[in-house]
Structure formats: structure tokens, C-alpha cells
T-cell receptor, first 110, second 112 residues
Framework: SQQGEEDPQALSIQEGENATMNCSYKTSINNLQWYRQNSGRGLVHLILIRSNEREKHSGRLRVTLDTSKKSSSLLITASRAADTASYFCATDKGYSTLTFGKGTMLLVSP | EAQVTQNPRYLITVTGKKLTVTCSQNMNHEYMSWYRQDPGLGLRQIYYSMNVEVTDKGDVPEGYKVSRKEKRNFPLILESPSPNQTSLYFC???????????FGSGTRLTVV
């Protein structure tokens, strides 16, 4: 069952601009994770935010989590062409299953 | 190098011919999982394993089998593949719940 839903489905920006992607989910979670996938390749784990955290930073990435609204956002600052990829949120309920959304395709043009 | 290794990367097979996709991790991770990725459907979990000899169904287990006889290996078995199992398959592992997954590079399977 699909838990997270990313928005928008696709996003096109210029290098240097910020990119914001959103994720909504339906049930309570233990943590929420964001992954990046370059075309057809394996997913790469970017960042994990626990249910008792509101904001987390990693380099140019900033993730927020609002458990009352069951939503999260991923902000990539000062985007580069190399950031072009699909981004997925995944919800972790605390046992083994991690449920992914359908992803946001980000295109960063030089 | 810490990694999840899947083989083969590409496979074309015929309907009904049993096949196995291997997955191995060198990070001593407890948890392993198989996902399939299809256009418009995202990633869906097939099976997962919480430890040796402990496996459970994900969202789309029909037509698949798994085993976890050793901690490092988690093969995916298709006893009688059908065209609707044509997909991109990913194996992943993580240390425990509350950690991120490390993914393999994927296996692109075509069943004709």
C-alpha cells in the first residue's frame, strides 16, 4: 500500500534556484526518509527525520516534518544540474517495512 | 566498500522458466528487502527479512519466494515467471529499523 505521496510529480528549475518537494502520508510513523534515484539506478538514502524531530539539515538539504499534518518537505538549496533525479519519500512505521511514494522528478537546467 | 550486490543486472527469460536473482550485502545488516519498481506505481515491497530464517510478505508477494539462510544473502526466486513480473527489481538492506536502506544497483527483468 502506498503510504507517502510526493508533490509535485515533476519540477523543472534553473541551476542556483531552490527546489522544494512535499510528501504527505496517512498513518502514524516512526520516521520518514528521503531518497534520490538517478535514472534507472539504485536509490540513495539522503536523510532520515524521526517523528519527534521537526527539522533536519544535511549539507544543501533541509527536511521538515509536521506530524500533525502528516506531511514533510525536502528543500534543496542552490540546485545544481547534478541534482537532476527522482526523489522519493518513504515512511517507516518502526518494523521492517518501508513504504515509498511515487516520487518527484526534478530537472535542473544549466 | 560497503554495498549491496545484485546479480544479474539484466535478464531476459521466457514464461515459466524458474529463475533466481541473487542479493548479497557485506555490512552485517539485520534487515533485507526486495522491491519492484514499475512506471506509475513507484516502488512496492515484495518480501522482507528481519533476520536469518525470518521473512515476511510485503505488498506484492504473489509469484515470488525468498529465503534467508545466511545473514548476508537474500535471493529472490521466481518459480514460474510471467510477463506481468517484467520489472526493475531492487534489493536493499539496513542495520535495523530506524535506519536508512542501502540499495543494490537493480536487476532489470523481462519475461517474454
Amino acid at each position: 500500500s502506498q503510504q507517502g505521496e510526493e508533490d509535485p510529480q515533476a519540477l523543472s528549475i534553473q541551476e542556483g534556484e531552490n527546489a522544494t518537494m512535499n510528501c504527505s502520508y496517512k498513518t502514524s510513523i516512526n520516521n520518514l526518509q528521503w531518497y534520490r534515484q538517478n535514472s534507472g539506478r539504485g536509490l540513495v538514502h539522503l536523510i532520515l527525520i524521526r517523528s519527534n524531530e521537526r527539522e533536519k539539515h544535511s549539507g544543501r538539504l533541509r527536511v521538515t516534518l509536521d506530524t500533525s499534518k502528516k506531511s514533510s518537505s525536502l528543500l534543496i538549496t542552490a540546485s545544481r544540474a547534478a541534482d537532476t533525479a527522482s526523489y522519493f519519500c518513504a515512511t517507516d512505521k518502526g518494523y521492517s517495512t518501508l513504504t515509498f511514494g511515487k516520487g518527484t522528478m526534478l530537472l535542473v537546467s544549466p | 566498500e560497503a554495498q549491496v550486490t545484485q546479480n544479474p543486472r539484466y535478464l531476459i527469460t521466457v514464461t515459466g522458466k524458474k529463475l533466481t536473482v541473487t542479493c548479497s550485502q557485506n555490512m552485517n545488516h539485520e534487515y533485507m528487502s526486495w522491491y519492484r519498481q514499475d512506471p506509475g506505481l513507484g516502488l512496492r515491497q515484495i518480501y522482507y527479512s528481519m533476520n536469518v530464517e525470518v521473512t515476511d510478505k510485503g505488498d506484492v508477494p504473489e509469484g515470488y519466494k525468498v529465503s534467508r539462510k545466511e545473514k548476508r544473502n537474500f535471493p529472490l526466486i521466481l518459480e514460474s515467471p510471467s510477463p506481468n513480473q517484467t520489472s526493475l527489481y531492487f534489493c536493499a538492506s539496513r542495520l535495523s529499523t530506524g535506519y536508512g536502506y542501502t540499495f543494490g544497483s537493480g536487476t532489470r527483468l523481462t519475461v517474454v
